[in-house]
């Protein structure tokens, strides 16, 4: 079944305590990419990686960092978790940009920084 | 900056009642246009795309979408919404070309019996 993997889905941790988010996708897509899900803001874009070792900063990419040094793996970093990183993180893939293309989501991370 | 605009926070609308979600965008050339839904505690899913062609686009679940390019439009309908459909609606734009997908901040509806 073609589909994007996330987790852990629920992590609740304490500030400064580094974090890592693990996505991954069965779909030999090359572009992958993070948003976050906040209530009023709707989704905004963290990172994106349109293939291996290629990654680029989105809307909101500080206090976070990726890598992407497999085509199936994208894991999201938070090097020094601060309380405004609670969210609902969900990592997405696509074929590749823009051409009659649509993204595939994971089922979300919700994180919880005390 | 490439923006997509909800106009619609939030709607409520009893069942049986006709939808339509507003959606605009502000690229001006060629756009991939798509509409999501997020049922509660889900991640999101795609309702139907635009890419080119009919610019009426028909998606899963009875819902449409019209694509009108003088006004930079992409509204999402029903024509009678059910209590399932309470849910998040995202709206979604690209130029084509290598750039990301942008997203609206999304509606919020509630159908009620």
């Known amino acids: 079944e073609a589909q994007v993997t996330q987790n852990p889905r629920y992590l609740i941790t304490v500030t400064g305590k580094k974090l890592t988010v693990t996505c991954s996708q069965n779909?030999?897509?090359?572009?992958m990419s993070w948003y976050r899900q906040d209530p009023g803001l709707g989704l905004r874009q963290i990172y994106y990686s349109m293939n291996v070792e290629v990654t680029d900063k989105g809307d909101v990419p500080e206090g976070y960092k990726v890598s992407r040094k497999e085509k199936r793996n994208f894991p999201l970093i938070l090097e020094s978790p601060s309380p405004n990183q609670t969210s609902l993180y969900f990592c997405?893939?696509?074929?590749?940009?823009?051409?009659?293309?649509?993204?595939?989501f994971g089922q979300g991370t919700r994180l919880t920084v005390v | 900056a490439q923006s997509v605009s909800q106009h619609n926070h939030h709607v409520i609308l009893s069942e049986a009642a006709s939808l339509e979600l507003g959606c605009n965008y502000s690229?001006?050339?060629?756009?991939?246009l798509f509409w999501y839904v997020q049922y509660p505690g889900q991640h999101l899913q795609l309702l139907l795309k635009?890419?080119?062609?009919?610019?009426l686009v028909k998606g899963i679940k009875g819902f449409e979408a019209e694509f009108i390019k003088s006004k930079f439009s992409f509204n999402l309908r029903k024509p009678s919404v059910q209590w399932s459909d309470t849910a998040e609606y995202f709206c979604?734009?690209?130029?084509?070309?290598?750039?990301?997908?942008?997203f609206g901040k999304g509606t919020r509806l509630s159908v009620i019996a």
């Open positions: 779909m030999n897509h090359e572009y």
């Open positions: 635009y890419f080119s062609g009919d610019p």
């Open positions: 997405a893939s696509s074929l590749a940009l823009g051409y009659n293309t649509e993204a595939f």
């Open positions: 979604a734009a690209t130029p084509s070309g290598n750039t990301p997908l942008v």
């Open positions: 690229y001006g050339g060629t756009v991939n």
